[in-house]
């Protein structure tokens, strides 16, 4: 009997993480400086918030896979802005193709990434440029200082910004990452390979509902992608924040580009 209701508990957590982790928003943070962050895109519904993205070359934008909402909804990306009240359709929205990875079933599964290629080239300018990825084998230490950044509340149910914010966040060893999911109710959580552990931990820092798919940017590159938190829960501290680990995908990310660029749709 308690073999059945471990089971129904697991399959609880699980299925409420795959529900509600989608988006993250940044939780105590600032305002992000406008000359900053010039790689930060919206992936947007309807023209919508729903996702962060960050542009990696002229014509591909990077995000998590589960921002695929599997909606009719068409997907487009905004470019070139902070603020997503003044955003001008013909400059910054561009539409896109999908591109997500094909061993991505949820997000508690892992490989949760998605590239998208952009209708058009994005025209890098003072308002808008690419970010460098990590090298293939580029290791990420505990304790690194990064940054994170989205579109979307501050607190858990609070109210959408539409200003880009900005939170600085330090890695976390994955031993203790784990060991700190194993202890969640209804677990253990058997975290996803790939990963990076990063907010939410020992801090009141991290990110939240609203900005999945944003970077998490370490020495100046994008080195994870903003996956999942704990359900819908941002009153941090508690369990860390979980991010795809970029470096790992690196092979699949050259050879998306390489078959798709300059294609015409």
Not at 230 to 248: A, F, G, L, Q, W
Request: proline fraction near 3%; aromatic fraction near 8%.
């Amino acid at each position: 009997m308690m073999r059945g209701l471990y089971t129904f508990l697991l399959f609880h957590v699980l299925t409420c993480l795959g529900q509600k982790a989608l988006g993250s928003e940044i939780i105590n943070g600032k305002k992000a400086h406008e000359k900053s962050l010039l790689y930060m895109a919206s992936v947007q519904f309807n023209e919508k918030h729903a996702c962060g993205g960050f542009l990696v070359s002229k014509e591909f934008v990077v995000t998590a896979a589960h921002c695929d909402l599997k909606t009719n909804a068409k997907m487009t990306v905004v470019l070139g802005t902070h603020d997503l009240k003044r955003v001008n359709k013909k400059t910054m929205r561009y539409n896109v193709v999908k591109y997500k990875h094909l061993s991505f079933v949820n997000i508690s599964s892992g490989n949760d990434i998605m590239l998208l290629k952009l209708s058009r080239k994005a025209k890098l300018s003072k308002t808008m440029n690419t970010i460098q990825l990590p090298s293939q084998n580029e290791i990420i230490k505990a304790n690194t200082k990064c940054i994170v950044a989205g579109w979307g509340r501050n607190e858990t149910k609070g109210t959408v910004v539409d200003q880009l914010r900005v939170v600085d966040v330090s890695t976390i060893d994955l031993d203790v990452c784990q060991k700190e999911w194993n202890q969640i109710p209804g677990g253990p959580i058997t975290l996803p390979a790939n990963i990076i552990c990063a907010g939410g931990y020992e801090t009141n820092k991290g990110s939240c509902q609203g900005d999945s798919g944003g970077p998490l940017v370490c020495n100046g590159k994008a080195v994870g992608i903003v996956s999942f938190n704990y359900r819908k829960i941002c009153d941090y501290p508690t369990v860390p924040n979980v991010y795809t680990e970029i470096s790992k995908f690196l092979p699949w990310i050259k050879k998306i580009i390489k078959e798709k660029a300059c294609k015409v749709y």
